[in-house]
Structures are given as C-alpha cells and as structure tokens.
C-alpha cells in the first residue's frame, strides 16, 4: 500500500513539472525552438520564470542560451509578478546585457518592490559606469539588503566607482556614508586618502579607519596612531585594525601601549598589528587573564 502512494506521489509530481498555466508544456520542444530562434518560443520560456514549479528549470537554460535571450527578458523587467522579475534581472546581470542597466537601475529605485536588492546585484555585474549613480543612492535606502547589496556592487565596479563616491562623501547622511566609505576602502583607489581622512572626524570615524587600512597608504598612520587613544573602544579597535598592514616604529610603539586596553578585542588587535609590522610573535592578556599569542586569522 505505501509504495502504491510513493508511486502515485511520483507520477503526480511528473504531470505537475509538465504543466503550466497554459497547459502541458513539452519543454525539450519549447527549448529547441527557442534555441532555433523561435521568439515566441523564447517569450514563452521567460514567462515560466513566473511558474514556482518550473523557474529554476527554466533559468539555466537561459543562462546557457544567452545573449539571443536578452530581448524576451529585457521586455519583463518592469513586470508585477515579483518572482519572474527577480529571475529577469539575475539573468540579465548574469549575461551582463549592457541595456538592462538603465531598467534595472529604475527597478532598485522602486521602493515599492521587495527583494530589489537583486537589481544592485545585477547592475554589479553588468559593470556599467553609468550605475554609480543609482547604487550610491540605494546606499541610503530603507532596506539594509540593498544597501550592503549596493556596496558590494560599487566595489565591483571598482575604480570607475571611485571620483562619484569622493564627490557624494562629504555631504551624505551618516548611513549612506557609512557605505561610501566601505566601498572606497575595499577599492583601495589612493585617490580616496583625503576624503577618507576627512571622515575620521565625524560619526563613521570608525568605518574611515578602517577604511584608510586598506588603502595601505603610510600618509595615515599619524591619524590612525592618534586615533589609538580615542574614547570610543571601536575607534581604538578600527584603528589597531588599520595600523598593521601600513605601520611602522612610532605606530608599533603605539600599539604596545594598547596591549593593556580595557577592552579585550582591542588587546588582540594591538598584537596583531605588532606582529605585522615586527615580524615577531606577540602574545596579549585575555579575558581570563592569561598571556597568549592572537589566534592565527589565515591558519
């Protein structure tokens, strides 16, 4: 009896993955046509990516067809039904269609939209210059998926990304701020030491920390040694963070006095940052009190 209804189950589930909305769908047929240059059946193919049962199916074929698909998908980006929307924009971004930048960039505009966090993704991805704009504006968006989203797509972009972010720095609000910098940091564009230098002095100062570390530019250490001795532990922390990769004699002196900070995490960065610019094993005092080396980050 129960192996009877595994059997039905299956033959169940095999007549419902050949179904659609219109009916029974032979999709080896629906593929070669597409593959063929059939438009309509390409059409067809993008509008299964609104069927649950059938979109991951259908998104690789996609995928493997590929920039003949761009014109069936290119005519779904601005479509209400949210799920073929999500597999339009991922496709396009996938196949870095150049003309789905400026679609895609008004769909992360809606705010309306769930999920629009995969529209920074894609603009990531197709790499056009022209995105800069609309992802620095999504770094002040309501929704911190599309904003972290958002961030990662402008490093992606990478120095094209660069004299925007400078420009917009100075005058944006502390959360859109705080992304600029992560940005500017992970780019790692030399261009940014000003204006990043200029942020250790407001409320991301932590963040610019950071951020001047990565750059690895010695023009920082005097602010990143004075920021050693903030009140604020995460600025000590960011800052014993920074100094390693970039430090010399006085930052090592430095860190040494921050081998006896009150807060633990900052006492393991400080020997961290003396390992690096000593070349000689640390050891620091832990919450139990007892002298031991950093745990080895790259082990």
């Known amino acids: 009896m129960k192996s ?174 705080g992304g600029m910098i992560r940005a500017l940091g992970d780019i790692g564009d030399a261009r940014a030491l000003e204006v990043l230098l200029a942020q250790t002095q407001g409320p991301k100062r932590a963040d610019a920390l950071l951020a001047l570390g990565r750059l690895r530019d010695g023009r920082a250490e005097p602010v990143l040694i004075a920021a050693l001795a903030d009140p604020d532990w995460q600025v000590r922390l960011s800052a014993a963070t920074a100094l390693g990769p970039i430090g010399g004699p006085q930052a090592a002196a430095a860190l040494r006095r921050n081998l006896d900070d009150e807060v633990v995490a900052v006492r393991v960065w400080a020997a961290r940052g003396l390992e690096m610019i000593t070349g000689q094993p640390q050891l620091y005092r832990n919450a139990r009190g007892e002298m031991v080396p950093p745990e080895n980050l790259y082990r």
């Open 4 to 177: 009877l209804r595994k059997g039905f189950q299956l033959v169940l589930l095999l007549l419902l993955a050949g179904c659609g909305p219109s009916g029974p769908i032979d999709l080896p047929a629906l593929e070669q046509n597409a593959r063929s240059g059939d438009a309509a059946a390409m059409e067809r193919l993008v509008r299964l990516l609104g069927d649950p049962a059938l979109a991951d199916r259908i998104y690789p074929l996609l995928i493997e067809i590929g920039s003949p698909a761009a014109p069936a998908l290119l005519a779904h980006i601005d479509t209400r039904d949210a799920g073929r929307r999500e597999y339009v924009i991922a496709a396009l971004g996938t196949l870095r269609i150049a003309e789905a930048a400026h679609p895609i960039a008004a769909v992360l505009a809606d705010q309306t939209l769930e999920r629009r966090y995969v529209a920074a993704r894609a603009l990531g991805e197709i790499g056009d210059p022209a995105s800069v704009a609309p992802l620095i504006a999504a770094l002040d968006d309501p929704n911190d998926e599309v904003r972290r989203t958002a961030v990662r797509a402008l490093i992606r972009l990478h120095r094209s990304a660069v004299p925007a972010l400078i420009e917009a720095l100075p005058g944006a609000p502390p959360q859109a701020a």
